[in-house]
């Protein structure tokens, strides 16, 4: 009776003790978590009053996303032999110079993924990799502040492939106009004046032409998110079917040192695209037979921070 008495005292104390012990060190984390928290809030400051400094702001981030897989005698496919995989990767990057007066920013987004599916049993299928997403983007705006918020300017933009069919087409936009920034990490463009140039050869039928240039372009961190989005409209004065918008997504979250996980996606509309696509299995096709569905693209997997 005394030993149970003894063993049931000797618990409650340790347990008095655990817990007293349990107690300081949460308390002692919180200190020191408010501590941290206090430090960061200055940092973030500094860091804040560093980017409004005049001077040159360069920066990247890419996704590599990729899968391979294989069978062997697995009936329960319609093709039980076969090898399939897909690799991809997207790059963003930006040189931006800031100044009092004036401004000019560079971007570029370069986005390529290649897809192999072979049946094994079929001597006549193919067991290259075919390019299956082929993305390629530049472009350049200069301003001259008239204001915190607005500036007149100049832009040129570049979109292309760039694995296969490079500059067939090619889209050039070239104008001037007015930017916006209503948000230090927004920028809009409003280019009522802008001639979109359009390079082809061979049988392709693109038409250039004159007309209003939009862009919203947005790019933030928040902490190890990185975000980058990009919405680019050309609006035809000659013809509704002239004009065209890509809308591009990218989001990168750093886990470990620059190493992370990446998702991007892109939609675009583009009548002109659907028409020339059409063209080839339907040589007497018009732009009212035409079925402009809406493009898209994405991808996932590692990221690597580049800056």
Known sequence: MKKSLFLITFMLIVSFVNAQTKDELLATQKIKKDSINAIQTKVNAIQSEIDALPGWRIKAFGTIGGNISGSNNWYSKEIPNSSIGNFGFN?????????????????????????KSDNIDDETDSKEYT???????????????????????????????????????????????????????????????NYNFIFS????????????????????????????SNLSIFQSYESSNYSNYTWTNSFAYTIWKNLGLGFDFGLRKNMQEAFNYTLKSD????????????????????NYKLN
């Open 201 to 228: 050869r061979g049988d392709n039928d693109y038409n250039s032409s004159l007309g209003a240039k939009i862009v919203a372009d947005y790019k933030r961190s928040f902490g190890n998110l990185n975000i980058a």
């Open 283 to 302: 040589p007497d096709a018009t732009f009212d037979t035409v079925d402009n569905k809406l493009q898209s693209y994405w991808l996932f997997g590692l």
């Open 131 to 193: 390019v299956a997403t082929d993305i390629f983007t530049i472009s350049s705006l200069y301003g001259r502040n008239l204001s915190k918020k607005f500036a007149v300017s100049a832009f040129g933009e570049y979109r292309s492939s760039l694995v296969n069919n490079f500059n067939n087409p090619g889209f050039l936009d070239l104008g001037i106009g007015a930017t916006w920034t209503p948000i230090k990490n927004l920028v809009v463009v409003i280019h009522p004046l």
């Open 91 to 115: 790059i963003n990057a930006y040189a931006n110079l800031i100044e009092d007066k004036f401004f000019w920013k560079n971007a570029s987004n370069l986005n390529v993924s290649w897809v």
